[in-house]
């Protein structure tokens, strides 16, 4: 069955720094990637949606790439700061939800 | 405030014990779906919605958990005779388009004991 998964262990940087957290799927390339963020205690909140034919989208200081032959999402965060330090969920669609990884929790430390 | 919003927040019972959740999603969106999410690990898909239509509950969801929207605009999310394994947070998110974001609710954090 279709995976996705995400490095488990959290991801310490310093500010200022860039932070790229990896999703890797299986099998299929899904139609898109959708990347949520998710602070302790509060629902996930929706940041970006890559589509398969996309190989970057930038929105302010995100960026994220889709390579369909490392199967293989990255997400990055320039110039990061502590407040970015959260959890950051990948999800791919399913039949007609959506399917999340466990989750990367960023640390940013000043 | 016009996102979702769910209630309670926080629910402690004791096993054996009946809880519902509601949640109140985006009036403009169609779609409402359940999740479930425990200590890390994402949101575990439990139950879509469109609008009033139960359209897709997962094989995780046991014959304890039952939801409903009448009327296609609020969401109840029961769980009958709880068990310590139901401790988690219950989370509704909502859409207008089967692609498009989802909007989440701040969700109900369950505890039994």
């Known amino acids: 069955s279709q995976k996705i998964e995400q490095n488990s262990e959290a991801l310490n940087i310093q500010e200022g720094k860039t932070a790229t957290l990896t999703c890797n799927y299986t099998?299929?390339?899904?139609?898109?990637l959708q990347w949520y963020r998710q602070d302790p205690g509060r629902g996930p909140v929706f940041l970006l949606l890559?589509?398969?034919?996309?190989k970057e989208k930038r929105k302010e200081r995100l960026k994220v790439t889709f390579d369909t032959t490392l199967k293989q999402s990255l997400f990055h965060i320039t110039a990061s700061q502590p407040a970015d330090s959260a959890t950051y969920l990948c999800?791919?669609?399913?039949?007609?939800?959506?399917?999340f990884g466990k989750g990367t929790m960023l640390l940013v430390s000043p | 405030d016009t996102g979702v919003s769910q209630d309670p927040r926080h629910k402690i019972t004791k096993r054996g014990q009946n809880v519902t959740f509601r949640c109140d999603p985006i009036?403009?969106?169609?779609?409402l779906y359940w999740y479930r999410q425990t200590l890390g690990q994402g949101p575990e898909f439990l139950t879509y919605?469109?609008?009033?239509?139960?359209?897709?509950k997962s094989r995780l969801l046991s014959d304890r958990f039952s939801a409903e929207r009448p009327k296609g605009s609020f969401s109840t999310l029961e769980i009958q005779r709880t068990e310590q394994g139901d401790s988690a947070m219950y989370l509704c998110?909502?859409?207008?388009?089967?692609?498009?974001?989802?909007?989440f609710g701040p969700g109900t954090r369950l505890t039994v004991l």
């Open positions: 099998n299929y390339s899904p139609a898109y």
């Open positions: 998110a909502s859409s207008s388009g089967l692609a498009g974001e989802q909007f």
């Open positions: 890559i589509r398969e034919n996309e």
């Open positions: 009036s403009e969106h169609n779609r």
């Open positions: 999800a791919q669609p399913g039949y007609s939800t959506l399917t």
């Open positions: 919605f469109q609008n009033e239509a139960q359209l897709e």
